[in-house]
């Protein structure tokens, strides 16, 4: 073979591998996300979009399904971490049977307030959570407020842990949403999102827990009328990423991605602060009867054989439940 096609040869296989290298860069992923079009999240995470591939100058970029179009989130959660899927968008509820460190935050009553939770993620603790979501194939890029969880059902308000009483009431697929409600006296049932609705309207359950803002979307708030603000839960979600994805990147492209994230979840929490505002407003003109618990201590007492519980079963992450509940 001459020299000039050995050349040639080189040149051209050059070419191709530089060819499928800027393909792979260049290829669009897709992204995961429960929530309507409207809703806060869903903002959120098209601003993510339009932010990742402006500042990659277009190397980066994600094509966005909402509504839950690619599956459940359980499903979704399987999919990021296999890389089948290589964006989504998670409650921490659902997370939390996969990744012990994560679950931490479905403990009741864990923070005193949205503020609280920030400052936890944002220290010593959230590196603890970030690297054990890390560990199970999904790294988080910036975390979204999804507000307090409460109970509402269709029978009566709730004011007392007494009144949880027998209900049936929905929880996310999680053994601590099971316990709580356990530990309430109610009947805890477990079951997908999409059927909360109409099992209410049936009477297969009599109620469920959530914020305002899905309370109000989802229309639960015309066949459950008792909205109670108990707050028992403060669980953040997490803008993550296929840990695999992530760690082929460059430390340039993942700085580039990162902060396409934190800028999506700054817009994020301020239309989540403004859409519970205009959700309450909604709920309560719609009939629901919005009632607030002014002593939570009997519900919080309530609560200690599910700590103990997780305790016994996560020896090794009591230091980190107590770093939260230390974190001032």
């Not at 869903?42 to 094509?63: C, Y």
């Not at 053994?175 to 009947?187: E, K, P, R, V």
């Not at 007492?301 to 997780?310: E, I, L």
Request: charged residues 20%.
């Amino acid at each position: 073979m001459s020299y000039l096609k050995k050349i040639t040869l080189a040149i051209t296989a050059a070419a191709i591998v530089v060819g499928f290298s800027l393909s792979a860069q260049a290829k669009e992923w897709r992204g995961w996300n429960i929530h309507v079009e409207g809703y806060p999240n869903t903002i959120a995470m098209d601003k993510f979009a339009e932010l990742l591939k402006e500042k990659s100058g277009g190397k980066m970029s994600v094509k966005m399904y909402h509504a839950g179009t690619l599956g459940s989130q359980p499903d979704a959660i399987e999919q990021v971490r296999a890389g089948a899927l290589e964006i989504g968008n998670f409650n921490l509820g659902p997370l939390g049977p996969i990744v012990p460190e994560a679950n931490v935050v479905s403990l009741p009553f864990i923070f005193k307030d949205t503020e609280h939770m920030w400052r936890v993620l944002d220290g010593e603790a959230g590196e603890i959570i970030n690297k054990g979501m890390a560990k199970f194939g999904i790294v988080p890029l910036a975390w979204y407020d999804a507000g307090a969880r409460s109970f509402y059902n269709s029978i009566k308000p709730i004011t007392k842990p007494e009144d949880v009483t027998g209900m049936k009431v929905r929880v996310m697929n999680n053994d601590l949403y099971s316990g709580m409600i356990a530990a309430l006296g109610g009947n805890p049932s477990p079951m997908a999102f999409a059927e909360v609705y109409q099992s209410l309207k049936t009477n297969v359950v009599d109620g469920a827990e959530n914020n305002y803002p899905s309370y109000e979307s989802t229309g639960h708030f015309e066949v459950a009328k008792y909205y109670s603000n108990s707050q028992h839960l403060i669980i953040p979600e997490t803008l993550c990423i296929n840990a695999d994805v992530y760690n082929a990147l460059s430390a340039e492209d993942q700085k580039i991605l990162k902060e396409a994230a934190q800028e999506s979840a700054m817009l994020q929490r301020k239309l989540w602060k403004e859409r519970e505002i205009a959700s309450k407003k909604k709920v309560e003109a719609g009939g629901s009867t919005v009632n607030e618990i002014a002593d939570k201590s009997g519900f919080q007492a309530a609560m200690k054989p599910v700590y103990d519980k997780y305790l016994a079963d996560n020896p090794n992450l009591k230091s980190l439940v107590e770093m939260i509940q230390n974190t001032p």
